[in-house]
């Protein structure tokens, strides 16, 4: 596909929204509408058979998501590494520091319609901290879960955010291959 023009159509501290006009293999044309955002981490806690995860409202679905800790740069920033930013979230959110960050991979959330990708990490060699939680994180909990609560509430519904389910599975084919 070939883009024939570009528009954008929203913008905001998280993303902006584009709308362009492409040319198809055939010659064809017709618009794309893509959501740009910034690339992120995720971070999976784990001390030993235990995992640390966050909880919080997530408006868009209007109720409380347990998740792995993560996020991007404010302001749709770009100028951090991945295990940069790994190392901030985990931090912000949970006040846990981590000794060591192993790479799990990258993954694109959402191809069809969003421009970032995630990358994921195991977090190991844990201390303890006070947490640096943003505005927008002032109603999140976080809590230790052993590896059998976050599976059993992956497989019946208490978790439904997608990269938390990603992570975990990263992490499973992680521990197969060492």
Not at 155 to 163: K, T, Y
């Amino acid at each position: 596909m070939e883009t024939i023009d570009s528009r954008e159509v929203y913008s905001n501290a998280w993303m902006t929204v584009r709308e362009d006009a492409i040319r198809r293999a055939d010659g064809s044309t017709s618009i794309y509408g893509v959501v740009d955002r910034s690339d992120f981490a995720i971070v999976v806690p784990r001390d030993g058979e235990r995992f640390h995860l966050v909880e919080q409202y997530r408006y868009p679905l209007g109720r409380r998501s347990w998740e792995f800790p993560a996020g991007s740069l404010p302001d749709r920033a770009t100028a951090a590494e991945p295990i940069e930013i790994a190392h901030r979230e985990l931090r912000e959110e949970t006040g846990l520091r981590a000794a060591t960050m192993t790479y799990l991979g990258e993954l694109a959330p959402a191809p069809a319609v969003c421009s970032n990708r995630g990358h994921y990490f195991l977090a190991t060699d844990l201390t303890e901290g006070p947490h640096e939680r943003e505005v927008e994180e002032q109603d999140m909990r976080s809590a230790w879960f052993t590896r059998a609560e976050l599976e059993s509430m992956i497989s019946s519904g208490v978790i439904i955010d997608a990269d938390t389910v990603a992570a975990y599975t990263l992490l499973l084919f992680h521990e197969r291959t060492r």
